[in-house]
Structures are given as C-alpha cells and as structure tokens.
Antibody
Framework: QITLKESGPSLVEPTQTLTLTCSFS??????????VGWIRQPPGKALEWLAL???????RYSPSLNGRLTITEDTSKNRVMLTMTKVDPVDTATYYC??????????????WGPGTMVTVS | EIVMTQSPAILSVSPGESATLSCRAS??????LAWYQQKPGQAPRLLIY???TRAADIPARFSGSGSGTEFTLTITRLQSEDFAVYYC???????????FGPGTKVDI
C-alpha cells in the first residue's frame, strides 16, 4: 500500500525559505516509472503543480515559480523534500505531495498525502 | 502556458441524475488529460487519465471523453458521495508543464 505524508512548518515569515518533507512508503523512487510530485492549493482556490521528481533523478519545475523551487530526494530514508525560497503571503496554501502513476508515461498523481497547511505571515 | 478552463463553475443536480462536466484547453493537449475529485478537507482523488482511462477502483459511472482541446467528464446515476469539486489537469508536452483547471463544483 502506497502512503505519503507531508511535514514542515505551519507558519513562515515573508522572504524566508520554506522546506517541506514528503515521507513515503510502499514504493521505491529507484523503480522505473516512479515519481513524486508537489502540488499546492491556496484556501478556496484551485490546484497548482509545483515540481516533479522522477525515478531517473530528472527534476521538473513549474515555470511560474521563477526558479524558487528545488526538489531533492533522500532515497535511503524514503523522503522527498521541496524547498521554496523568498516566500510571500501569496504562497499560503495547503501543500500536497503525491505519487506519480507509474504505468505508462502519464504525469498524473494517483496517491496523495493528506496535505500540510503553510501560512506565510 | 496551457490554460485550462472548466464549465460550469457550479452544477446543481439531484441524486440519481447524470452530470456532464466540461474542460477546455487553450491549445492541443492530445489525450493528456486527467480528472480528479476533491471533497472538502480531503486530498484530490484521481478518477480518469489519458482522457478516458479510469484509475484503479473508480466506479464505471465515471467516464471521460474527448481529445485535442475539448474534454468531458460524465457521471451517471449520481450518488451522495459524488458531490464534490472536480478538476481537470493537462500534462501534455516535454518537459512537463502541468496545469489544472479552476474546478467545477457538483452540488445538490
């Protein structure tokens, strides 16, 4: 059974750097086709994709975040981290990590963590 | 960036009826289109990917269709647990520039 869970600070001051951790189980990031993505959702608003880390260490980012994101992995501990620099109140959102569907080449997310709410203030 | 739009914003239906939700892409996304369901306080749930393939354990009353720029999610025989917000997501191109639509709320 695949599970993911996000963790990190609930409150961050503007201009600071935010680091979130996704702890997962039930799959290996070294297995072909596997990936972990980060998606966020401001209160009452739509989903926004942020980053995606693939099994082959390829990393992709949303261009709208203008280079503020870094996604890294700690394979030995089954964790994926997302770092966001220069946070602003508009970054206030629930942040989700999710498992990339590993059948075929579809960049969609079939298992999600419960999310962690981050307030920038 | 590919912009996704969804209509209607709110769809009022009764249990047992059918619902048809639309998603439009600002440019051709072929069949690289997924649908998610989100209930209040919960993470999204993948329903459909590749425009029409149901994800694991998704009931047959959910079906997707379309290609190019126009897509539809149809829910037949709506049940009480189907009242939620539905998002479409495109994932066309490489490198990926994944974008979501604004959502359609299916309401009683």
């Amino acid at each position: 059974q695949i599970t993911l869970k996000e963790s990190g600070p609930s409150l961050v001051e503007p201009t600071q750097t935010l680091t979130l951790t996704c702890s997962f189980s039930g799959f290996s990031l070294s297995s072909s086709g596997v990936g972990v993505g980060w998606i966020r959702q401001p209160p009452g608003k739509a989903l926004e994709w942020l980053a995606l880390l693939y099994w082959n260490t390829d990393k992709r980012y949303s261009p709208s975040l203008n280079g503020r994101l870094t996604i890294t992995e700690d394979t030995s501990k089954n964790r994926v981290m997302l770092t966001m620099t220069k946070v602003d109140p508009v970054d206030t959102a629930t942040y989700y990590c999710a498992h990339r569907l590993d059948i075929g080449a579809d960049d969609v997310f079939d298992v999600w963590g419960p999310g962690t709410m981050v307030t920038v203030s | 960036e590919i912009v996704m739009t969804q209509s209607p914003a709110i769809l009022s239906v009764s249990p047992g009826e059918s619902a048809t939700l639309s998603c439009r892409a600002s440019q051709n996304v072929y069949r690289f289109l997924a649908w998610y369901q989100q209930k209040p306080g919960q993470a999204p749930r993948l329903l459909i990917y590749a425009a029409s393939t149901r994800a694991a354990d998704i009931p047959a009353r959910f079906s997707g269709s379309g290609s190019g720029t126009e897509f539809t999610l149809t829910i037949t025989r709506l049940q009480s647990e189907d009242f939620a917000v539905y998002y479409c997501q495109q994932y066309s191109g490489w490198p990926p520039k994944i974008t979501f639509g604004p959502g359609t709320k299916v309401d009683i």
